[in-house]
């Protein structure tokens, strides 16, 4: 449990890993009532550098995030900043990832609102890691305020294979600058091995 907390950081904010070959998954996290701050780096990266079993039951409800990178990088980059970034590697599940009762204050400047990708990370022993699943998972009362500038809030959501692959991404009222975005926005992006994805208002 996180709670109560502001916290300024220069890199990752809330990073989830599962090092040094632990064998527990990593699973009912609560982060609320928080404000964060990053200087360069993502809000939330969960699954980077993760040996767990799984990852499950993480939620995120009632932040402000008050600064974001301004160093926007394409969602095909390795190093890409997000306010959300799920990358399940090393074959894990992750899984039943919620996010309610967020509100970005815009600097005018892009950054990718949510990266749904599992991804092979090589880090230390693992130079040929297979990526992971994501499933069931829900973005809910998101709200980007301030300035509109150039920012556009990308999701990006992207499967590596049939087995590695993204399914049930639930967005409940989720507006940018008061706009409601939904499945057709330009905003939205959806690749290969992507399905059951719900957008409502």
Known sequence: MVRNCFFRTQDDYIAI???????RPCENIVVEDCEFWTDVANIF???????????????????????YSKDYRDPT???????????????????????????????????????????????????????????????QDIAVHGEEGSFRGLIYMLGDSEQHNVSGMSFERVTYFGQPVLQESPCVEMGPFVSDVRFGQ
């Open 17 to 23: 890993k599962g090092l040094a070959e632990m064998t």
């Open 45 to 67: 990266r969960i699954g980077y550098e993760c040996e767990t079993a799984g990852m499950r039951n993480i939620t995120a409800r009632n932040i402000d995030v008050l600064h």
């Open 77 to 139: 980059h390795y190093w890409a900043n997000a306010i959300i970034w799920l990358q399940p590697n090393q074959n894990l599940l992750m899984e039943n990832c919620h996010f309610e009762k967020l509100r970005v204050r815009s600097s005018g400047e892009d950054i990718i609102m949510l990266m749904a990708k599992p991804m092979r990370c090589s880090y230390g022993p693992f130079k040929d890691p297979e990526p992971g699943t994501l499933r069931n998972c829900s973005f």
